[in-house]
């Protein structure tokens, strides 16, 4: 095969993986509007809800690890809060990223499914992958039965769907899932310009205002940098996911 052909022959598969990869964004955000517009919809979207919990009280725990910290329980109530229970680590600096690893959790989940996505096969390992670690988070942090049966249940589907589902359906899956932490990142803003949280284990300092003791400034100051840096992070991972259109005219002009 001609270096030609082979050039054309990748444009021909990056314009059709970049029309599958659109498509599937489109599905995933139609069934999302169904899911607010049907009625009952607001049953079906409140498991939905709580993914936005998990990526963020995981957030806080993965962070601690990743600093040297300790993550010793994660709690999911049935109210949509929740709570991560970690020990150190020590300094303000470190102690900062913990707090913001809750913040900006969802956003960097949904940007990497949103990355990784674009291949099928990609990302039914993802899912693989996701469903792994939840059932491990049951096994070695989740305290209360409802985070029990809830995290081990999403892990057990995406596990299911990793396994059994055509390409395209777990494709479909993870894009839907990144679609639902995406919007979290907008319906919970305002929980990134408050000084304290409502759990069900009672009022607490907000992430924002841990990252204001630790640092100084304002809570709202660092609410507003985690927030833009959901955003960039939301904005990279949809362009990786759908990027390949400007190179795939070129070689279709070259072509010509």
């Known amino acids: 095969m001609s270096s030609a052909a082979r050039a054309f022959a990748r444009a021909h598969d990056q314009a059709r993986v970049t029309r599958r990869a659109r498509g599937v964004l489109v599905a995933s955000a139609a069934i999302t509007l169904l899911l607010y517009a049907v009625p009952f919809g607001g049953l079906l979207i409140y498991p939905l809800l709580l993914l936005s919990t998990l990526a963020h009280e995981l957030g806080h725990g993965l962070a601690a690890l990743a600093t040297g910290g300790s993550f010793q329980a994660f709690y999911l109530w049935p109210d949509g809060s929740g709570m991560a229970v970690h020990a150190g680590p020590e300094g303000p600096a470190l102690q900062a990223i913990v707090a913001a690893g809750g913040l900006i959790g969802p956003a960097v989940v949904a940007g990497v ?4 996505a674009r291949r099928e096969r990609v990302a039914r390992l993802v899912l693989g992958l996701l469903g792994l670690g939840f059932l491990a ?26 396994l059994r589902a055509r390409g395209q359906v777990a494709q479909t899956a993870l894009v839907f899932l990144a679609v639902q932490l995406a919007l979290s990142v907008f319906s919970r803003a305002d929980y990134l310009f408050t000084a304290s ?13 841990h990252i204001a003791a630790a640092l100084g400034g304002s809570y709202m100051l660092w609410g507003a940098v985690c927030g833009l840096f959901s955003v960039l992070v939301l904005v990279l991972g ?19």
């Open 137 to 162: 988070a049951v096994a070695l942090v989740v305290e209360n039965a409802f985070g029990f049966w809830y995290i081990g249940g999403v892990g057990l589907l995406l596990l299911g769907l990793a």
């Open 238 to 256: 949809l362009w990786l996911f759908t990027r390949g259109e400007s190179r795939v005219s070129m070689a279709s002009l070259r072509r010509r």
């Open 197 to 209: 949280a409502q759990t069900t284990a009672g009022v607490m300092p907000s992430d924002s205002a």
């Open 113 to 116: 499914c949103f990355a990784l």
